[in-house]
């Protein structure tokens, strides 16, 4: 599946709304597919290229090293998980995938010894604030699509619950994969949007309109960007929150991607905004803190590991 490329870089902080263009291309993926390519969103390529570095290092530590910096609660959302821990589809088996997970990288604390290094630490810290500057840029451009005052989501996600996840999905042979296990298995993700940084290795594949799954082409230099549930309920279904997975990986390449997700401060309100209703379309969802929303679909793809 092709999904629209968007490029950024017509974009003017200055003067978001003098790009109507960039404001429809947008609002048009998000609408109709839920997901699209976006180029020239101000992430330097050479960062880029230290943080997968980073993680390919990372994942081929000694297992005792990785279970140094485990992860321990949904709540905290922080930290090393291995190879069957997460079900992202809890109706079917656990992931085939390895994660590292950083929610709130610029105030977590620098002295939790789940850091594998400070030199790590520091350079997540540099990639989670430029991913967040680039993030802004689309929210700002979603304000002006749904008619609200530029900086209305920006003000609702200052870092509380944005998270940087780095993913490994090892190499397999089809005895090692049960039925109907995948490298993550179908789900939407939670907030607001997902940035997604991957190499060219495939696995990545979206549930079409048809309710058919399609595999998401590789573009160079571009970043995946896909709308979660929470701007489906802000925009009463408006934007989709798209179903995705990752097929396993079968044969000899390793799959290594880096996802940010954007989502909104716990107390945030979310409610179907003005724009999205009327008295033919009303509300489909009902209001929730952007807190109780993530916390529910956390702790459901934990369910086995963790009480909290």
């Known amino acids: 599946m092709k999904v629209p490329i968007i490029d950024f870089q017509q974009y003017d ?15 048009m993926a998000l609408s109709q597919i839920g997901f699209m390519s976006v180029t020239n969103l101000g992430i330097d390529a050479q960062i880029l290229d230290r943080v ?8 081929a530590s000694d297992l005792s090293k990785k279970n140094e910096c485990a992860y321990q609660s949904a709540s905290e959302n922080f ?4 190879l069957c821990e997460e ?3 809890p109706t079917k088996p656990a992931d085939l995938k390895e994660t590292f997970t950083m929610r709130n990288v610029l105030n977590h604390s620098p002295d939790d010894s789940r850091w594998p290094s400070a030199d790590f630490k520091d350079l997540m810290h540099e990639f989670f604030a430029a991913c967040i500057d680039g993030a802004n840029k689309i929210q700002r451009v979603l304000a002006h699509a749904l008619q609200l005052d530029t900086e209305f ?6 870092g509380e619950n944005i998270t940087l996840r780095l993913l490994y999905y090892p190499d397999s042979y089809s005895a090692d994969i049960a039925n109907q296990q995948m490298g993550a298995g179908e789900h939407t993700d939670y907030g607001l949007l997902t940035l997604l940084f991957q190499d060219d290795v495939g696995g990545l594949e ?11 082409d590789y573009v160079e230099s571009a970043i995946i960007v896909n709308s979660g549930d929470l701007l489906e309920r802000w925009t009463n279904g408006r934007y989709r929150s798209t179903l995705h997975r990752v097929k396993p990986k079968i044969g000899h390449r390793k799959r290594y991607s880096i996802a940010v997700f954007v989502d909104p401060d716990s107390s945030t309100p979310v409610a179907a905004l003005a724009s999205c209703t009327s008295g033919d379309n009303p ?16 702790q459901a793809s934990h369910a086995e590991n963790f009480q909290q």
């Open 13 to 27: 902080p200055e003067q978001i709304e003098s790009s109507p263009v960039l404001i429809d291309e947008v609002d």
């Open 79 to 82: 930290g090393y998980q291995g």
């Open 87 to 89: 079900h992202l589809d």
């Open 153 to 158: 989501f920006v003000q609702h996600h200052n």
């Open 283 to 298: 509300a489909k969802y009902s209001p929730i803190t952007a807190g109780e929303h993530l916390q529910q679909r956390i």
């Open 206 to 216: 979206v549930r079409d309109a048809n309710d058919e799954w399609q595999a998401v």
């Open 52 to 59: 997968f570095a980073a993680s390919r290092a990372f994942f």
